[in-house]
């Protein structure tokens, strides 16, 4: 197995800020029609940068996975730079990732960016391919 394999199954298995957040600033419901998986993600910021994101929802074991890393990648980060992840910004990750595996990220990367443009009343609403 590879390292990469490894590492999505243990983030699967063991999933990181997966949980309702009570305090949350704000919520936001993405779902993917493809796949079938629905995930709520929770954000709290601190002025202009994502303080704490968690999320919750049925989701397969690599939207799972995608959501428990990106939550890492992003805590901390400006609004603004997250506003501009894209493909582009997944497929440059350390990780070597199948283009399935990418497409699950785009699920959690989506779910956090509409959650974003819904707090600030940008009328911006992204779908799927908006990210490729």
Known sequence: ??????????????PIAKYHMNDADFSYIQANSVCGDELTVYLRLDWE???????????????T???SMLGEVIQ???VSTVLTRDYAFIKNLWLQLSPRRRRSWVTALLA????LHQF???GIFEDFWDLL
Do not use: C, H
């Not at 994502?50 to 939207?63: N, V």
């Open 1 to 14: 197995m590879s390292e990469t394999a490894m590492l999505l199954q243990a983030y699967s298995k063991d």
């Open 112 to 115: 956090t960016r509409n959650a």
């Open 49 to 63: 940068v994502i303080k704490e994101r968690s999320r919750e929802g049925p989701a397969q074991m690599q939207t």
């Open 65 to 67: 996975a995608a959501a």
């Open 76 to 78: 901390w980060e400006k």
């Open 120 to 122: 600030f009343a940008d």
